[in-house]
């Protein structure tokens, strides 16, 4: 689905990505985890051509995408659920949901399949999305990325921030999207609530990807968790 070669990118004179490889095969959950400042914000945005790529390659699909535009991106099936959400606070949870709706893709997400995943959605639907909780802003911002039907969802800090009873909404709709096959690009914390839904964890540490492998080798390793994780 997503491989990504050796590639750099930072920010004018500063550096963050130093060649970091990541590859996210079709139907997987893959996960980009590591200390705050590492650079997986960085990936995230330099993936979704959000930030200029400066050496290295990423393909989706058999498609070299170096040097698209975000739009482009995202059309080609890159739906992204942002740090900080980011939805539009003005605008209704249904003009939200509608705004960022394409009658151009093919797949099961449609407005009514949206409000089923997340119901308190379609209740909130009339209320502006800047009154509702951090929770249902989060279901906001997955249902809209989730209505472009993308090959690949990625989501950066899934449940930062977010109380308990609502990360445990989140956390069920992760493992609902990926019993149904969606591939997810996941970056979070939550190390025990990831171990069920990861195929292959991924650590960051100043730009480059210094360990991969599945859950069990990751837990297995408390030393490396301590290491790089700093918990
Ligand atoms: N807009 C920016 N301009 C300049 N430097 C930035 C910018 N955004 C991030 N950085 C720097 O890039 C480095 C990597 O940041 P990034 O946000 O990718 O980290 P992260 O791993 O996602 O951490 P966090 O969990 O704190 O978001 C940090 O040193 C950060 O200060």
New binding site residues.
């Given amino acids: 689905m997503l491989k990504a070669e050796k590639i750099e990118s930072?920010?004018?004179q500063?550096k963050?990505l130093f060649g970091l490889d990541l590859e996210i095969p079709d139907k997987t959950v893959v996960s980009l985890i590591?200390?705050?400042?590492?650079?997986?914000?960085?990936?995230v945005?330099t993936i979704m051509g959000m930030l200029p790529l400066r050496a290295g390659t990423i393909r989706l699909g058999d498609e070299v995408v170096n040097g698209y535009r975000p739009h482009r991106i995202a059309r080609l099936g890159c739906g992204l659920v942002p740090?900080g959400r980011h939805v539009f606070g003005s605008l209704s949870v249904y003009e939200n949901l509608y705004a960022t709706s394409r009658n151009d893709t093919q797949g099961p997400w449609t407005l009514e399949a949206v409000y089923e995943l997340f119901p308190r959605l379609f209740e909130r639907r009339t209320q502006s999305a800047r009154t509702l909780s951090g929770g249902e802003q989060q279901m906001l911002a997955i249902g809209r990325a989730l209505l472009t039907n993308p090959r690949l969802l990625i989501l950066?800090?899934a449940t930062e921030g977010l109380a308990p009873v609502i990360r445990q909404e989140i956390w069920a709709c992760l493992n609902r999207l990926k019993r149904e096959g969606q591939t997810i690009l996941l970056?979070d914390k939550n190390l025990k609530e990831m171990h069920q839904l990861v195929d292959r964890h991924h650590i960051?540490e100043k730009?480059r990807i210094v360990w991969n492998g599945s859950s069990d080798e990751l837990m297995a390793q408390p030393d490396l968790v301590n290491q790089y994780l700093g918990v």
């Fill in positions: 930072g920010y004018g500063s963050v590591g200390r705050n400042g590492m650079g997986k914000t960085t990936t945005r740090e950066d800090e970056i960051i730009g």
